[in-house]
Nanobody, 127 residues
Framework: VQLQASGGGLVQPGGSLRLSCAAS???????????MAWYRRAPGNQRELVAR???????NYADSVKGRFTISRDDAKNTVHLQMNSLKPEDTAVYYC?????????WGLGHTGRNYWGQGTQVTVSS
């Protein structure tokens, strides 16, 4: 299972960015993904959960981003998005997407995998 993240960059305080992360299986196909999430790690800090969305649409957010960030998923494309508005300098971090409990088939065989990570995308909020 591969997770490919995109959408990071440099933005001024108060601006917006949209991160996307697509899951795929080489030589196979994804049947379902239970949980998709975004984490971040700022310099000198531990990795923290930013937002999670589970199958069915339930979401949870870190207190620091509530009301500013919105997580969504497109199950037809096995993709998760993070819309980030009203960005602050303290949102600066490397953002990682995560997918857990993925059911997929490859070469005719079914599999269930856990806890996959994307490569990380840098978000910098600065004037």
């Amino acid at each position: 299972v591969q997770l490919q993240a995109s959408g990071g960059g440099l933005v001024q305080p108060g601006g917006s960015l949209r991160l996307s992360c697509a899951a795929s299986v080489p030589s196979g196909s994804i049947l379902s993904i239970n949980s998709m999430a975004w984490y971040r790690r700022a310099p000198g800090n531990q990795r923290e959960l930013v937002a999670r969305i589970i199958s069915g649409g339930s979401t949870n957010y870190a207190d620091s981003v509530k009301g500013r960030f919105t997580i969504s998923r497109d199950d037809a494309k096995n993709t998760v998005h993070l819309q980030m508005n009203s960005l602050k300098p303290e949102d600066t971090a490397v953002y990682y997407c995560n997918a857990d409990r993925i059911r997929y088939e490859r070469w005719g065989l079914g599999h269930t995998g856990r806890n996959y990570w994307g490569q990380g995308t840098q978000v910098t909020v600065s004037s």
